[in-house]
């Protein structure tokens, strides 16, 4: 028989996260409150639920993928009311430590173990299976999800007690929010100075100066196609927050990763909330005119 495994949140990484788990071999229940979620679910194979508590119904490993705070106590809530004991939690959202400590303490309470699991990958990465796992908490159950962490991604590390995945999740976005800011600059000086932006993306790609974000978002870049998000500017603005908070409570310098911040302000309010983050590069190519 196929191994049942739960999702809420269907949304860019966690539809990416089914249809893995689905090529895999999962039998995979879903739930997501936007319809229009549940139907592509449905169209890669997927099982729909009619909410989260039947999720927590029909599986004893479940993947959270959430946009906020508020929607991680409205599922740790639904699925504290189904008390499946011994179910595991894979929390996988970019969400401040209280929070998760907060649900994790709530569900415990139910015999229900959440780990903290953010992944380390864009939406284009997760539909590829190119995401990495920041796996904390406990470690006997942190063993018992490798087979489900397989199935959606291509490395997990255990980096001990709950809340590290979190921390890591955090200097791992940092970086991406330098590196994504770095590689438009460098798009916009190549387009400016005359050279062809795709082909100085696949040059700069295989030089000493490359990153993942020029190699994934500088096409975008040098196309000026943003449309189609693997993280879209307005939830990035959340993560970017989180970030910023850690940042000042630990009162650890971070000025390159300060200075990215009125970048991705000005795509806000230039209208590119709904669009993927390489955006940045429009808002410095106006600023280059």
């Not at 729909?48 to 599986?59: F, L, N, P, T």
């Not at 955090?170 to 082909?199: D, Q, T």
């Not at 295989?206 to 693997?230: H, I, K, W």
Request: hydrophobic residues 45%.
């Amino acid at each position: 028989m196929k191994m049942q495994v739960g999702i809420i949140g269907l949304g860019i990484m966690g539809s990416a996260m089914s249809a893995n788990l689905l090529r895999a071999g999962f039998e995979v229940v879903g739930y997501d409150p936007v319809a229009a979620c549940r139907r592509r679910h449905r169209k890669s194979g997927g099982v729909v639920a009619c909410d989260a508590q039947e999720v927590a119904r029909s599986a004893g490993i479940v993947i959270t993928s959430l946009p906020s705070a508020a929607a991680l106590r409205l599922v740790s809530d639904q699925i504290f009311r189904e008390k499946r004991k011994n179910q595991l939690i894979i929390e996988t959202s970019t969400l401040p430590i209280p929070v998760k400590q907060a649900a994790r303490k709530r569900l415990a309470a139910a015999g229900i173990t959440l780990l903290d699991c953010p992944l380390s990958g864009t939406g284009a990465q997760a539909r590829t299976k190119d995401l990495v796992v920041y796996a904390s908490g406990s470690r006997a159950a942190y063993k018992e999800i490798i087979p489900v962490l397989k199935g959606f991604s291509r490395g997990h590390h255990f980096l001990g007690a709950f809340g590290n995945g979190s921390k890591m999740k955090f200097a791992a976005n940092l970086l991406v929010a330098i590196h994504n800011v770095s590689a438009a600059e460098a798009v916009v000086l190549a387009r400016k100075s005359g050279l062809n932006p795709s082909l100085a993306v696949k040059v700069l790609g295989d030089g000493a100066g490359s990153s993942r974000m020029l190699q994934l978002r500088g096409p975008m870049m040098a196309r000026r196609a943003y449309n189609d998000a693997t993280m879209k500017v307005e939830i990035w603005q959340k993560d970017m927050k989180i970030i910023g908070d850690f940042v000042r409570q630990l009162g650890s310098p971070a000025p390159l990763f300060s200075a990215t911040k009125a970048i991705y302000d000005a795509a806000i309010a230039q209208g590119f909330g709904k669009a993927d983050t390489a955006a940045v590069c429009a808002v410095l190519e106006r600023r280059a005119r």
